[in-house]
């Protein structure tokens, strides 16, 4: 089997060494002075952590504290509305629900930015411009038909007796989805939280546009609060998105068994 499956190992490992090599550039960054002339693809032999301190000093804190709220609402909201919208579109099998899920494929296909000006009049006509409901409104917007898409052909997936024999007992169409089908929906639901989460946290296009107070922030803006057009901290920059990277891969890593069965139990069903 071994024997079979070697060229598995020599395509992964190029594919590994692309992905990761932005992670090491960007820790050798982080880590260096700023004198520091060496090629970025050598390692220090030291530890500067002084950009780590100008990192904190600036707004990176307030960045992941706002990112954490946005992007727990922002999930939260996109996985309730995300399964309640694609049961129905997953039981009842007709022209009009065809319809709808096809507009929902093509909202997927829209770019952001190409509709920026309707959307910032929209903001302004909601008194939503530098507010965490904008920022969340817009994500939850465009992640939504992902999440609908997921969902849609995971519910295909359960049998419908169990909805008849839930009907049978007497509960409804709401008591038969939380009580029946959304206990079954934690792997997928887990793919969607991971998939959109990350999404939502590395947002950077509605937050450079929406959120135009220094009260509310994010991680990407913090991050980019160190290039400016006459000098740039590229050393704390890096020490910033290091700080700012660590609470999504940690998320991963405790999810990544979940998040993988997710995607496979969606792919098969």
């Not at 060229?7 to 992670?23: D, G, K, N």
């Not at 880590?31 to 950009?51: G, T």
């Amino acid at each position: 089997m071994r024997e079979k499956t070697w060229w598995r190992y020599v395509v992964a490992l190029p594919v590994m060494f692309i992905y990761l090599m932005p992670f090491y550039i960007l820790l050798g960054v982080a880590f260096k002075a700023p004198n520091d002339a060496s090629s970025r693809w050598m390692m220090p032999n030291y530890l500067y952590l002084e950009n780590f301190r100008t990192a904190l000093s600036g707004k990176i804190v307030q960045g992941v504290r706002d990112s954490l709220i946005i992007t727990v609402v922002s999930v939260t909201l996109i996985v309730i509305i995300g399964a309640m919208a694609a049961y129905p579109l997953a039981r009842n099998r007709s022209k009009l629900n065809r319809g709808v899920r096809t507009f929902i494929m093509g909202v997927m296909m829209v770019p952001p930015l190409s509709i920026l000006v309707p959307m910032y009049r929209v903001m302004i006509y909601l008194n939503a411009i530098s507010t965490y409901r904008g920022v969340i409104l817009l994500l939850v917007t465009f992640q939504l038909p992902l999440a609908i898409f997921i969902f849609t052909n995971f519910i295909s997936s359960i049998p419908k007796a169990l909805d008849e024999a839930a009907a049978i007992d007497g509960c409804g169409p709401f008591r038969t989805f939380f009580s029946i089908i959304m206990p079954q929906l934690k792997p997928v639901t887990t793919s969607v939280v991971i998939l959109t989460g990350v999404t939502c946290w590395n947002d950077y296009q509605f937050s450079l546009y929406m959120l135009q107070s220094p009260r509310i922030t994010s991680v990407t803006l913090a991050v980019s609060g160190f290039f400016a057009q006459v000098s740039s901290n590229v050393h704390a920059a890096a020490a910033a998105a290091v700080l700012g990277v660590l609470p999504i891969v940690i998320l991963f890593l405790l999810l990544q068994k979940y998040f993988i069965q997710g995607m496979v139990d969606s792919a098969i069903k």
